[in-house]
């Protein structure tokens, strides 16, 4: 069964961290371009990160500075470390795999995780 699975959400007060996780299964996760976005409560989804499969990143740049992503190809999994937080960063944070052509599953969304920024 494919899925992506994600972790590590939660309250946390303005100015920490949180390093979420994004673990795949049943796909060839090297292969997949992977990206994480999130949606605020009124606002249209946006995309925070991605990752291609050959390590290539690019960030929003609400963002930029405070996130980084990464893959471990060996665990199928994909990280989101975010530091300096903010209230505004208070979302759903989802992650998205993206397959090349030809591939059996060529798009796959996880069910997300909440990240809460509040004192």
């Known amino acids: 069964q494919v899925q992506l699975v994600e972790s590590g959400g939660g309250l946390v007060q303005p100015g920490g961290s949180l390093r979420l996780s994004c673990e795949a299964s049943?796909?060839?996760?090297?292969?997949?371009?992977m990206r994480w976005y999130r949606q605020a409560p009124g606002k249209e989804r946006e995309t925070v990160a991605i990752i291609t499969s050959a390590g290539s990143t690019n960030y929003t740049d609400s963002m930029k500075g405070r996130v980084t992503i990464s893959r471990d190809n060996d665990k199928n999994t994909v990280f989101l470390q975010m530091n300096k937080l903010k209230p505004e960063d208070t979302a759903v944070y989802s992650c998205?795999?993206?397959?090349?052509?030809?591939?059996?599953?060529?798009?796959?969304w996880g069910l997300g995780t909440l990240v809460t920024v509040s004192s």
């Open positions: 998205n795999a993206r397959g090349p052509p030809g591939s059996r599953y060529l798009e796959v």
């Open positions: 049943g796909l060839i996760f090297s292969r997949y371009l």
